[in-house]
């Protein structure tokens, strides 16, 4: 799981040194760590998920041209049926 390194200090720092009241931005700080680990427990993805991701986009591939093969065959006997029925 992914890390992101927040220091609390400094953004509590930058809050007052904007005017801010300590007891404000010491409540911003811990609200804005909050959001942050739930975002980082939740949405983002590992390498683990990105390789299972190719993997099954890969098998996916595989199908859709084993598909455009099987259409093209199916067309192919169609046009010869047509060509059959109204040549011959």
């Given amino acids: 799981m992914a890390t992101i390194t927040f220091d609390t200090h400094k953004y509590i720092k930058t809050l007052e040194g904007s005017g801010i009241s300590e007891v404000q931005a010491e409540a911003f700080s811990v609200a804005q760590k909050e959001a942050m680990s739930e975002v980082m427990g939740s949405t983002l993805a590992t390498k683990d998920d990105i390789h299972r ?3 099954e986009m890969r098998k996916l591939e595989m199908q859709l041209v084993v598909m455009k ?4 065959t199916v067309l192919g006997g169609i046009v010869a049926l047509v060509m059959k029925a109204f040549f011959v």
């Fill in 53 to 55: 991701l190719e993997l």
């Fill in 69 to 72: 093969w099987m259409l093209g």
